[in-house]
């Protein structure tokens, strides 16, 4: 009889702490979506020029960041997508940032090579990690004037169909806060 009340006892406890709603498992989406909203994290770095840079140079612009490194192929892939991104909307005011690990000198040799058409921005590491708003590279996000992130995805690509809806969904976000 102990044993039965004690059962019954532990399998009320054990649904009275069960969880309503549903489990949100921490992936690579879930980590992008969890950025919108929050401020843009303080960072400072070198340009390609070795130049001071800081999250400061974007107030009040319409910012896409790019984080990438030069052995990165997912970033060489976007990188003619993003390339067009910058021709359509740099135009409009929208100011484009490259953010990688690599040294300033060999991020320059890199954008020269390649023809990346972003300001490059050389981090260390460290100062990478501490941001805590890329998963892996390459990471883009958009930021609004007032310095929020609004959107955040992995690779930018309109072809391939594994990103392409997420490509869509970052251009109609950009163009969404180009209309305000």
Not at 81 to 107: C, M, Q, W
């Amino acid at each position: 009889m102990k044993f039965l009340l004690i059962t019954l006892l532990s399998v009320f406890s054990l649904k009275v702490l069960a969880q309503d709603a549903p489990v949100k498992w921490a992936t690579q989406e879930t980590f992008f979506e969890d950025l919108a909203g929050k401020e843009l994290p303080a960072f400072k770095g070198l340009t390609i020029n070795k130049k001071a840079f800081s999250n400061a140079d974007l107030k009040n612009q319409v910012t896409v960041i790019n984080f990438w490194f030069e052995k990165c192929p997912p970033r060489i892939a976007e990188m003619p997508e993003l390339n067009r991104l910058v021709t359509k909307y740099g135009e409009n005011g929208v100011r484009f940032i490259g953010i990688t690990h690599d040294a300033p000198a060999s991020a320059k040799r890199f954008q020269k090579r390649n023809g990346y058409q972003y300001e490059i921005v050389s981090l260390s590491k460290d100062e990478i990690r501490r941001l805590n708003i890329n998963h892996g590279f390459p990471s883009n996000v958009l930021v609004g004037k007032d310095g929020k992130i609004i959107y955040a995805t992995a690779n930018i690509s309109f072809t391939d169909p594994q990103f392409k809806a997420k490509s869509v969904l970052f251009e109609e976000k950009l163009n969404t806060t180009l209309s305000f």
